[in-house]
């Protein structure tokens, strides 16, 4: 378990509520992805089933717009590792990632991530390699070097009992056998 520096909150009101948004089960696909096979040998059309490469942006926008969250935790299947199985690309996590963080890094908001069983799941990086998110701008977790790890958050420069929480996060473990 990974212990981290406590990470100021900004904007947190003289009331000391700490508002969370906890966004999960996104499971973004790569850019341009129109369909996907799933393992079961069904064929997903995007465009007749609903499903969406930019919509959950969209989402994202309108939590922090209506929400006003001083911080953000995605918690599992943010990315869907599967549909870039035969891209090949070890690093399609990154621009998968960063297209979803736009909207909270441009409202200034502290995030972190905890992967969930899906977010490796067949894709060509391992679960170690999605510890890099924690190295992508306005991540509250810098620095840590497992997914399960704890740090403090409140309105201050420093952790204050009066003020702060402590966040723990734990690694589902993922789908490896």
């Known amino acids: 378990m990974d212990v ?9 009101a003289l009331d000391g509520l700490i508002r969370i948004a906890q966004l999960t089960d996104v499971h973004r696909f790569p850019e341009g ?7 079961k040998g069904r064929t997903i059309d995007f465009s007749t ?4 490469t930019m919509g959950d942006v969209q989402i994202v ?4 717009k209506t929400m006003q969250p001083h911080m953000v935790v995605l918690t599992g299947d943010i990315i869907d590792g599967r549909p870039f199985k035969n891209l090949g690309d070890r690093d399609g996590w990154r621009a998968c990632m960063m297209k979803l963080l736009e909207p909270i ?19 060509p990086w391992s679960r170690q390699d999605l510890l890099k998110i924690y190295d992508l701008p306005g991540c509250a977790s810098k ?10 958050v409140g309105p201050a420069e420093t952790c204050s009992s009066a003020d702060s929480l ?3 996060f734990f690694d589902s473990g993922g789908n490896s056998s």
Request: include cysteine.
């Open 33 to 39: 992805c129109t369909a996907w096979e799933c393992p």
């Open 105 to 123: 890094l441009a409202a200034g908001i502290p995030w972190t991530f905890v992967p969930g069983n899906h977010d490796d799941d067949e894709a």
């Open 166 to 168: 402590r966040l723990w």
């Open 49 to 52: 089933e609903g499903y969406s």
């Open 4 to 12: 981290l520096n406590h990470v100021p909150l900004p904007n947190v």
């Open 61 to 64: 926008e309108t939590v922090i």
């Open 143 to 152: 620095g840590a070097k497992r997914f399960d790890h704890t740090f403090t």
